[in-house]
């Protein structure tokens, strides 16, 4: 079976840190690109961040870029997310997905586990 595992997430304060993981089993990440999405409080669901390790390109969300750094490690089967300066409005359940397949169009019983990320002001 082909999943995407999320995990890393926790309770921090605002100003905190936190690295997301997202590992993939049963199939091997290669050069497709990447995406990490959120939900947030409330049910909206936003493209957070994408990698392309083809072309070394990478793209955030305004309200992220500056803070958070997307990454790839196709030995460890493994896409990060190192989120720096939390804020309280980056609190939400984090998604990871190939960036083609566009989580936020899908049906929600369709996206993996995610994980939950809080930020305490």
């Known amino acids: 079976e082909m999943r995407l595992v999320e995990s890393g997430g926790g309770s921090v304060q605002a100003g905190g840190s936190l690295r997301l993981s997202c590992t993939a089993s049963g199939f091997t990440l290669t050069t497709e690109p990447m995406a990490w999405y959120r939900q947030v409080p409330g049910g909206e669901c936003e493209l957070v961040s994408t990698?392309?390790?083809?072309?070394?390109?990478?793209y955030y969300t305004d309200s992220v870029r500056g803070r958070f750094t997307i990454s790839q490690d196709n030995a460890k089967n493994t896409v990060y997310l190192q989120m720096d300066s939390l804020k309280p409005n980056d609190t939400g359940v984090y998604y990871c997905?190939?960036?083609?397949?566009?989580?936020?169009?899908?049906?929600?019983?369709?996206w993996g586990q995610g994980t939950q990320v809080t930020v305490s002001s």
């Open positions: 990698i392309s390790v083809s072309d070394g390109t990478t």
């Open positions: 997905a190939a960036s083609a397949w566009q989580l936020c169009t899908r049906p929600k019983s369709m």
